[in-house]
């Protein structure tokens, strides 16, 4: 079965620093988005993504953020200056239709800004 | 807005009991509701999901009916396995693209 992969599964930084999380989403699909969890907590919407622009966002998702599909596979989460706060689990999915259609995760980025 | 309400954990089985793990939400309009599952350093994965009031999902021996009356959708599974110790997520999607988690509950199955 197809599968979304992240890259890397764990990346630590330090904090100010840029970081950029990999995703492939599943080739057919056609919506992406971000989500990410701090240990302990909700897993939150970041964005989402579709016909390479951004469709929604949530007001985590500041000008620190930023998304991209560089080339026809990969869609890329980029904090600019990261803070301590930052730390969490970043989960990318994509999905195949917009309403009501599963989301499809992958294993998640763990990202430690130190 | 909308949003979704479950129980929280830590849950703690013996091998072969009855699990409820409940679920309530808050939205307007006919939301489909979903509960997905993280295993231990995986992603979440769909386990099932239902589209209209009435609907059961169903998979892996565990089930969910879709509530409209209580706004309700509790995750059940007549006998758990040690297998299935891992962090269970209610979800809400309703107009729109925007997926609502509830905070999970982590179920541990004891031999």
């Known amino acids: 079965e197809p599968e979304v992969t992240q890259t890397p599964s764990h990346q630590v930084t330090q904090m100010g620093q840029e970081v950029i999380l990999r995703c492939v989403p599943i080739?057919?699909?056609?919506?992406f988005y971000w989500y990410r969890q701090i240990l302990g907590q909700k897993v939150e919407f970041l964005v989402s993504?579709?016909?390479?622009?951004?469709?929604?966002k949530s007001e985590i998702f500041d000008d620190q953020f930023s998304v991209e599909r560089p080339d026809g596979s990969n869609f890329t989460l980029k904090i600019r200056s990261t803070k301590l706060e930052d730390s969490a689990m970043y989960f990318c999915?994509?999905?195949?239709?917009?309403?009501?259609?599963?989301?499809?995760f992958g294993n998640g980025t763990r990202l430690t800004v130190t | 807005g909308d949003s979704v309400t479950q129980m929280e954990g830590p849950v703690t089985l013996s091998e072969e009991a009855f699990l409820t793990i409940n679920c309530t939400y808050t939205?307007?309009?006919?939301?489909?509701l979903f509960w997905y599952v993280q295993y231990p350093g995986e992603g979440l994965q769909l386990l099932l999901k239902?589209?209209?009031?009435?609907d059961k999902g169903s998979n892996k021996g565990f089930e969910a009916t879709y509530r409209k009356e209580t706004t309700s959708f509790h995750l059940e599974k007549g006998s758990v396995q040690v297998s299935d110790s891992a962090v269970y997520f209610c979800?809400?999607?309703?107009?729109?693209?925007?997926?609502?988690f509830g905070t999970g509950t982590s179920l541990t199955v004891i031999p």
């Open positions: 999915a994509s999905s195949l239709t917009q309403n009501n259609s599963p989301l499809h």
């Open positions: 080739s057919n699909h056609l919506y």
């Open positions: 993504f579709y016909n390479n622009e951004i469709s929604e």
């Open positions: 939205a307007t309009g006919y939301p489909s």
């Open positions: 239902a589209t209209k009031a009435d």
């Open positions: 979800a809400l999607i309703n107009t729109g693209n925007q997926f609502y």
